[in-house]
């Protein structure tokens, strides 16, 4: 099997949405296992994407309150995605591929249904009361200023113990309590449980919430956004995050993996620019471990401008590292790429995405070209703000194998509805069309699997910065590669270093070569070969 050093991209399959195998309307595991073809094949890679690597989605026993990141039970297979005989298969299935597997540790909160919980609210003595946290009122009123992540105070009254309990997030959701090592050392052990069972690694949910001012001070409000006292943007959430004992924390769950061969770890960390320079803060959860790695999210948070993106790709990748940045695009909480920029823009963040250093994270449907889908508050069913539904379940919907009714991800109406353009968005018609969202992905995964120089070889800025067009270069002792964006609307030509060929282009190609110049279309990328 490939070395995490060789991974070339990691694939985020959100289990609701990917296939259903028995007609419930909600994909399951199973329908995973049914389609790992298309992951990666056993035989031709023809109709595959040939990707190295799979991040599940949380698929654990939840009362789905935030689709499964409300957690009842880590050691538990929920019954709507199947059993742990279904999970062996997959990871079976996955092994013979070549396929490397991670699962979504959410290690920052559980469902208020968890065993813990339920004893941990019977009394202030209960053995289990340290495992979250609580406190007492402070004036009559909550502990501190702390706001929610779903909207309202962090802070949620207990009746029967007289005590406030702390949720970053639902009030469903509990925080656990980092500082009690009892609570670090359950969660070290379902680590072990499920890598003992052979999974390769974890995507660590929400990691910013972990550790807290252990003085819990009240917020500092923003001066600059202050509108009212229960939005989250009137605070500088400084206190309620990122605290002292962050590093120490990811640390403990990074030496887990050291008891393993090969195992690797990608921490969600979104870095808030109100705390400080937003690189020193991913550097700090970067360099964690050799084991571990952070999702980088600038492509898809900049603002489209060449200079922009130049000097942050410049800043974060000019680095030697000892680990594997993570590259995203998207994911389950994002607006998806073609929806945020447009189809031409899409294709040519994907081709930076698939050139720079370390592994690309892939969002279910985005190698389709999927948008973003309108969905009737009757048909919602996400409810993370309390708004009757969120906009997440636009980014959520079922994945599309073929133009039929229901996309072939289901039999019966899906938990979803599958949204415009079926008839051509979808995996069969796209194999069909060399210029389709797939075949452009196809081609760059392959060339990706296959130049070493693409996954592991230097950085380097090719041309001078500028608004226009975007330019690097991957090198290593006997390949070199050079990468041109045009983000502009217009025709534009770039200097090149040297005569090379084109590999993958975001548009058609009509010359294959190049010599001292290239002209690029509007929003085109290329991807090039240096030649002799």
């Not at 989250?232 to 403990?252: A, D, E, H, Q, R």
């Not at 703000?385 to 229901?406: K, M």
Request: aromatic share 14%; proline share 5%; glycine share 6%.
């Amino acid at each position: 099997m490939y070395t995490w050093n060789n991974v070339n991209a990691i694939y985020q399959i959100y289990p609701r949405s990917f296939k259903d195998s028995n007609s419930d309307g909600i994909g399951d595991l199973k329908g995973i296992i049914e389609k790992l073809d298309y992951i990666k094949s056993l035989n031709s890679q023809e109709n595959s994407l040939n990707v190295d690597a799979i991040w599940l989605s949380p698929f654990f026993l939840s009362p789905q309150k935030d689709c499964g990141y409300d957690i009842s039970n880590y050691l538990q297979i929920d019954p709507i995605f199947g059993n742990l005989n279904d999970f062996k298969t997959l990871l079976d299935e996955a092994h013979k591929r070549d396929i490397k597997i991670l699962l979504d540790l959410v290690p920052n909160h559980t469902s208020d249904k968890h065993p813990w919980f339920i004893e941990s609210r019977k009394s202030k003595d209960n053995p289990y009361r340290d495992y979250y946290v609580w406190k007492d009122q402070k004036n009559g009123n909550y502990p501190n200023n702390w706001l929610s992540m779903s909207g309202g105070s962090m802070w949620r009254w207990d009746e029967n113990t007289k005590q406030y309990y702390l949720h970053s997030f639902l009030k469903s959701q509990p925080d656990l309590n980092w500082n009690n090592p009892k609570v670090r050392e359950e969660i070290q052990n379902i680590m072990r449980y499920w890598l003992d069972l052979g999974v390769d690694g974890f995507r660590v949910d929400a990691v910013w919430a972990l550790s807290k001012d252990p003085d819990f001070k009240d917020n500092p409000i923003n001066e600059a956004t202050f509108s009212s006292p229960q939005d989250f943007g009137s605070f500088i959430n400084k206190n309620s995050k990122n605290g002292p004992n962050l590093k120490k924390y990811l640390k403990s769950l990074t030496d887990v993996l050291n008891e393993y061969q090969d195992r690797f770890m990608v921490f969600e960390f979104y870095p808030d620019s109100l705390l400080g320079d937003t690189y020193m803060q991913y550097q700090e959860i970067q360099d964690i471990s050799n084991k571990s790695s952070v999702f980088y999210f600038e492509l898809f948070e900049l603002t489209w401008w060449a200079r922009k993106y130049q000097e942050r790709l410049n800043l974060i990748f000019s680095k030697n590292y000892d680990n594997l940045p993570v590259v995203s695009l998207g994911n389950h909480d994002q607006p998806r790429i073609a929806s945020r920029h447009g189809y031409g823009e899409a294709k040519a963040l994907a081709l930076i995405q698939m050139t720079l250093p370390g592994i690309p994270q892939i969002y279910y449907g985005e190698e389709l070209g999927m948008t973003d889908v309108d969905i009737k508050e009757t048909e919602a069913y996400d409810n993370f703000g309390g708004n009757g539904f969120d906009l997440r379940d636009r980014v959520r919907t079922p994945f599309r194998w073929n133009n039929s009714n229901y996309g072939d991800f289901s039999s019966v109406k899906p938990w979803l509805p599958m949204g415009n353009n079926l008839e051509t968005i979808n995996v069969e018609s796209e194999l069909k069309n060399q210029e389709s969202f797939l075949s452009f992905y196809k081609k760059l995964l392959s060339i990706r699997k296959k130049e070493a120089t693409l996954r592991n070889g230097k950085y380097e800025l090719l041309n001078n910065i500028n608004d226009e067009i975007l330019s690097f270069k991957r090198t290593s002792k006997d390949k070199e590669f050079y990468i041109l964006v045009n983000f502009t609307d217009r025709n534009l030509k770039a200097p090149m270093p040297s005569p090379g060929k084109i590999l993958v282009s975001t548009n058609p190609i009509d010359n294959l070569y190049v010599n001292n110049e290239i002209s690029l279309r509007a929003f085109e990328g290329v991807l090039i070969e240096k030649v002799n």
